[in-house]
C-alpha cells in the first residue's frame, strides 16, 4: 500500500513515480506470459528501476515495488506472491558457506495469481492445455509429496508411467513433450533437480519440492488432495 511519508523522502516526482510504475507492472504481466508464469527475480525488478537513473535512491525500488504489488491487486485483479529461494537438501551446507548479501539478493522472487475464485478462473480464464498443465504440475508435486519431498528421477518417472505419462513420449495428446513438460517445473520453480553422487561412482538425479510448491496455500492443497486419496 501507498506510504506518503516514505513518497515525500525520495527525489522523484509524481509523473516519473506512476512511469515506473507502469514499467515495472508491464515487465511482469509481459514476463509472466512469455516464461509460462516462472517466478520473477526481485533482482530484475531493482535492476529495471535502477536503470532508469535512479541508481543513487536506494529505498525507491522497494517503494516502487510495493507500489507495483498494490496496483496490481486493485487494478488487475492479481495477488503478487513473494517467494524465497529454497535450496536442494544436499546444497544447505554449500549455501550455509555464501555471504548473507549474496543469500539475500538471490532469495526473493514473484509470481502473480488471480483473485478469482477457482471455479470462475476454470469457467472464464482458463483454456484446456493450461488447465492440463496445472494438472500434471498438481500430480508431479503430489508424487514428490509422498515420497517425503524427494524423489529420484526413476521413481518419479515410474510413478507417472503407471498414470499414463511416459518419459520417451513426444507427443501425448495433452503434454506433448513429456520429458520437457517436467522439466519445465523447474523453471517455473514447483521442482528442483540435483545430481548426487552415488557409490557406485555414478550419479543419481533427485527431485525436491521448490518454493512454489512449498508455498503454504499450494502446499496445503496438496496435502488436502493425498488426504482425500
Sequence with gaps: ???PDSFSQLDISDHEKDKLIGEVIRYILFKTE????????REDLTQLISAKGYCKQ??????????SKAKLSSIFGYDMV??????????????QSQSQSQQLSDAKSYVILSQLPSDVYAKFVEDAPSCAMR????????????????????NLWQHLKQLGVNETEENHPEFGNAKQKVEGLIQQRYLQKERVNSPDGGTVVYYELAERALHAPVYDQ?????IQV
Design 1 to 3: 500500500s501507498s506510504n
Design 34 to 41: 512469455q516464461s509460462s508464469g516462472c517466478p520473477i527475480r
Design 58 to 67: 536506494r529505498n525507491l525500488p522497494a517503494y516502487i515495488i510495493n507500489e
Design 82 to 95: 513473494e517467494l524465497h529461494r529454497h535450496r536442494p537438501s544436499q546444497s544447505q551446507s554449500q549455501s
Design 135 to 154: 494438472g500434471l504440475a498438481f500430480v508431479v508435486v503430489a508424487i514428490v509429496h509422498l515420497c517425503g519431498g524427494k524423489v529420484t528421477e526413476e
Design 222 to 226: 496438496i496435502k488436502d488432495y493425498v
